[in-house]
Structures are given as structure tokens and as C-alpha cells.
């Protein structure tokens, strides 16, 4: 029987196993979030339709078998912008993902600064339409036009609320409502996706099934706190049913102490 790697754990909302060390850039008030420059528009075509679309195919493709179940329920709001949530579990997978949920349509990324930091890879991920999180009052500002744009552009705007990449993990982390406080603000439908991972035949490693669900509503009567809170638990209940159709687990994740 192989041998599952086995990672321990401390804090199921701040642990990071990311493999990836990169010291972030500030995202201040001079942060360009939409560049609108005729070249920009055109890096942007370029990186997100040319180069990105179908690599990323490729190599969900390649490494994962990966398939996409439920995407149609996007359909019907194809003319409104919307948010969708997914659990966060590889670091270049996720960056894809997003994009093949919402094709045709274009996705934009809510990261952390690091996604926006590498020489390179970094500009690549900002031309394809990265949207980092701020470092202060101003670039918050601009963060919060970068989103109501994408949205009223009726583009997807994709959040990993779980902040954190556990590779492989089969089961839905503890998150907050913050970041549901931008649906509620915008007045667009809620939709999430969660990855998970099944056997396959001839392949040592598991195929990467994604699951579409949607859309979520809040409450209207309810105040703005606890609505971004309704949107939040309905989500956070969808996927956690979700992630129980994983039958192939990769890593063993532990809590630090739990095996005495």
C-alpha cells in the first residue's frame, strides 16, 4: 500500500504549505489595478486569451484529467457580473481554474500580493487581470473600484475565502464572511466551485473533479453583516457537501498533538 505523506498542522485559518517562498511588494495607493492604455488592453488580450487559456486547459488537462461538472447554472447570468468561491488547494492549478469555470467569459483573481511579486511571472499575472489585496487605506480604495468594475463589466470575480494553499486537501477549512461583503455590496448573484480529487484508473495520482454550484442569495430584509453571513454559510455548507465525494486522498493533513 503506498505511503500517504503526512503534513501537520497548527492553525486551520493562518497555516500556509505553499511551496512557493516569495517576499511580497506593497500594494500602496500607486498600484495600477485597471490600466486602460491601448497597450495594456492588448498585454492583457495577449497573456489572458493567447497564452494563458489554452496552457491552463492543457495542464489541468495533462497533470489532472481534470473535468468541470455544473458550470452550465452560470449560464443564466451570463449578462451580470457575479462572485465565485473555491476551496484553495494547488497554487498553479487554482490560478487556472477560475478562467475554465467562467469561459468564455474572463475571470479576475483576488490574490495575495505574492501572485504579483516575481519579476516576470508577476507582470504576466497582472496583465491577465490578477486583483491583489491591498497593503493601505488608498489601495484599498482602488481595490474596491478595481472589483465594481470587473462587475459591472459583467465579468466573474473568483475568491479562495480559505486565504491559504493546503495542497490536496480533501475537506473545506473554517472561513470568514468578509470578503462575502463584496456581493452583497455589488447586489450580484454568489456561485461556488470546489475541487476534489478521485481515483482513476492507470494513474498513480487522482483526477481533479470540480463542482459548480449556484447561485446564492441572501436575504434582502437582512442588514448588509448579515447577509455577507448568509451568502457565507450557504457557501461554506455546499462545498463542505462537495469535498465528501473525494475518494482519493494524497496527503494526510494532522493537527499537531492529535496522534499522542
Known sequence: MKQRRVIYYRDELND?????????????????????????RFT?????????TPVAFLFLKIKFGHRIIGKSVLKKYK????????????????????????????AYVIVHPNNVSLPGVGLAARSMGAIPLPDDTAAYRNFLKAIEK??????????????????????????????FAYPVKC????????DTYQKRRFFKSPRMVT??????????????????????????????????????????????????
Open 150 to 179: 470587473r462587475i459591472a463589466e459583467k465579468r466573474i470575480v473568483a475568491i479562495y475565502p480559505e486565504a491559504h494553499i493546503w495542497p490536496y486537501y480533501t475537506g473545506i477549512r473554517p472561513f470568514g464572511d468578509v470578503s
Open 44 to 52: 492583457h488580450f495577449f497573456w489572458y486569451r493567447v497564452v494563458a
Open 16 to 40: 500556509e504549505f505553499s511551496e512557493a517562498k516569495i517576499t511580497p511588494r506593497r500594494i500602496d495607493g500607486g498600484y495600477e489595478y485597471c490600466p486602460e492604455t491601448p497597450f495594456k
Open 211 to 260: 463542482y459548480v454550484d449556484g447561485p446564492f442569495f441572501a436575504d434582502d430584509s437582512k442588514s448588509k453583516r448579515d447577509r455577507a453571513r448568509e451568502l457565507r454559510d450557504k457557501v461554506y455548507a455546499k462545498m463542505c457537501e462537495r469535498a465528501k465525494l473525494s475518494n482519493e486522498s494524497v496527503i494526510e493533513y494532522k493537527k499537531e498533538g492529535s496522534d499522542g
Open 79 to 106: 449578462n451580470t457580473g457575479c462572485f465565485i468561491y473555491g476551496n484553495h488547494t494547488q497554487d498553479i492549478a487554482d490560478a487556472c481554474m477560475p478562467g475554465m469555470i467562467s469561459f468564455p467569459r474572463e
Open 187 to 194: 447586489g450580484v448573484p454568489v456561485f461556488c466551485f470546489t
